[in-house]
């Protein structure tokens, strides 16, 4: 198929196919070797089998793999990505119902010039998800099948380009294709998709997402699922609630999700911070009980003042005492001159256990919004499809598995970086495509 596609020439020892799979068999063999050494790694392989008779190791140097690299950018690497994939899902029978999308960036070493070649990516430096800020990066978006994790979709983009436009844009590309499909299709996202901007392009989409934390909407919704406490068990690890209400202009619904999993990290993140924040506190009263007050309302004042940023604490209770400064030397009597009175204030704090106890419950559940009716998505198949993120976060794992292709994206071209990144991507296809396989037997 791709030799169909890029064209071989005459001349060429190994075409561009043979190159593609030669790439694909180096990152799959997960042996730590960079492409480079793909001579290496095939020296002890039947290449007669694998690809045509009188073909030597020797053939799959750095020289024949670069060209293809250049072919597959010059034709599309999106393009290609796509049509390999359809074809494949077309043969095994993929169902394409929920269709899962996400970004992630890829970390790179090297000085890269710019490309004279107007499709090429800038590489440059961005938000970087690997934590890695000094590094350049570029920018990968995959979207993929929640049958088996098989990616039917990949683009590259700059490495500063955020998230937010990305799904914005795929998001438009996919309407015409969503809603001419024989069978309903659904497109499903991290909170991104759920952004401002996106509202008037989603009533076009059947989507599930996240709602972002961040929203009011989403602690308003929280706060009342929780004081009605009507909750329908999905499985052992999992309730919801429904929340149906309008939002962004459009008719949608809601579902606060509940899970016992979560609400462990919750009360592991909430621990946390109630911890570093007594730490913070005892150094805020330790300064504050040095100072000195002109009058008890000033200190009362202070008191609050920083008691007021406080989130998990509360003043237990306060002392003010008077200190009297004299106006001479020696112990005072009774009729000595005093000079001036300063109000120093004590205050032990306690933790507010109750609103610990309420965060923890607030951070266990999250809101997933989607314009699909109960008939036409149920409110397990929701929870289960967005369970499914995890699909894409799967194939952003082996991509960046130091084992796939280490060492690789040592090219200098940014057209090549794009090209094999490509490759990369069809190494996902096929490894997905073949783990589905084996769990089918």
């Known amino acids: 198929m791709i030799d169909?596609?890029?064209?071989p020439e005459a001349q060429e020892v190994i075409t561009p196919g043979a190159a593609v799979a030669g790439m694909v068999l180096n990152g799959l063999g997960f042996a730590n070797r960079p492409l480079s050494l793909t001579p290496q790694f095939v020296a002890n392989k039947p290449l007669d089998?694998?690809?045509?008779?009188?073909?030597?190791?020797?053939?799959?140097?750095?020289?024949?793999?670069?060209?293809?690299?250049?072919?597959?950018?010059?034709?599309?690497?999106?393009?290609?990505?796509?049509?390999?994939?359809l074809a494949v899902c077309a043969q095994d029978g993929v169902e394409r119902r929920f269709?899962?999308?996400?970004?992630?960036?890829?970390?790179?070493?090297g000085e890269y010039l710019p490309d004279?070649?107007?499709?090429?990516?800038?590489?440059?430096?961005?938000?970087?998800?690997?934590?890695?800020p000094a590094l350049k990066q570029a920018v990968v978006e995959l979207m993929v099948s929640q049958d088996g994790g098989v990616p039917f979709v990949?683009?590259?983009?700059?490495?500063?380009?955020?998230?937010?436009?990305?799904?914005?844009?795929?998001?438009?590309?996919?309407?015409a294709t969503l809603q001419a499909s024989p069978t309903p299709r659904y497109l499903v996202a991290d909170s991104k998709l759920y952004h401002e901007d996106h509202a008037a392009h989603r009533p076009a989409l059947g989507f599930i997402t996240r709602i972002a934390h961040t929203r009011k909407l989403v602690s308003q919704v929280i706060t009342q699922a929780l004081r009605w406490d009507t909750w329908h068990r999905l499985d052992d690890a999992t309730r919801d609630q429904r929340a149906a209400r309008g939002h962004d202009g459009m008719a949608q619904r809601g579902l606060v999700v509940y899970s016992p999993a979560a609400l462990e990290r919750a009360d592991a993140t909430v621990s946390t911070a109630q911890q570093r924040e007594y730490e913070a506190t005892a150094k805020q009263l330790f300064h504050l009980q040095a100072r000195r007050f002109e009058t008890s309302e000033a200190a009362k004042a202070a008191l609050a003042a920083v008691a007021k940023r406080w989130t998990y604490h509360q003043v237990d209770a306060y002392t003010r005492l008077e200190h009297k400064r004299y106006g001479r030397k020696?112990?005072?009597?009774?009729?000595?001159?005093?000079?001036?009175?300063?109000?120093?204030?004590?205050?032990?704090?306690?933790?507010?256990?109750?609103?610990?106890?309420r965060r923890q419950q607030s951070?266990?559940?999250?809101v997933l919004g989607t314009n699909m009716d109960e008939h036409q998505v149920s409110a397990a198949e929701v929870i289960r499809a967005y369970?499914?993120?995890?699909?894409?976060?799967?194939?952003?794992?082996?991509?960046?598995?130091?084992?796939?292709f280490v060492a690789s994206l040592l090219v200098k071209q940014p057209a090549r970086i794009q090209g094999l990144l490509t490759v990369m991507t069809i190494a996902l296809l096929v490894y997905s495509v073949a783990q589905r396989r084996l769990r089918q037997q």
């Open 330 to 357: 020696g112990r005072p009597t009774p009729t000595s001159p005093i000079k001036v009175i300063a109000w120093p204030i004590h205050g032990p704090v306690r933790a507010e256990v109750d609103d610990m106890e």
């Open 363 to 366: 951070q266990a559940c999250f």
């Open 387 to 404: 369970k499914g993120q995890g699909q894409a976060e799967g194939g952003f794992r082996f991509l960046k598995d130091p084992r796939c």
């Open 154 to 175: 990949s683009q590259r983009w700059d490495g500063h380009a955020s998230a937010t436009p990305i799904l914005h844009e795929r998001a438009q590309a996919l309407m």
């Open 49 to 85: 089998l694998l690809f045509h008779e009188g073909l030597r190791a020797a053939a799959l140097n750095r020289f024949q793999l670069g060209r293809p690299l250049d072919e597959v950018d010059a034709y599309g690497c999106g393009l290609l990505c796509s049509e390999l994939a």
């Open 116 to 132: 004279g070649d107007e499709q090429a990516i800038a590489i440059t430096h961005g938000y970087s998800q690997d934590h890695r």
């Open 4 to 7: 169909a596609r890029l064209g």
């Open 99 to 109: 269709q899962h999308l996400d970004t992630t960036s890829v970390a790179l070493t």
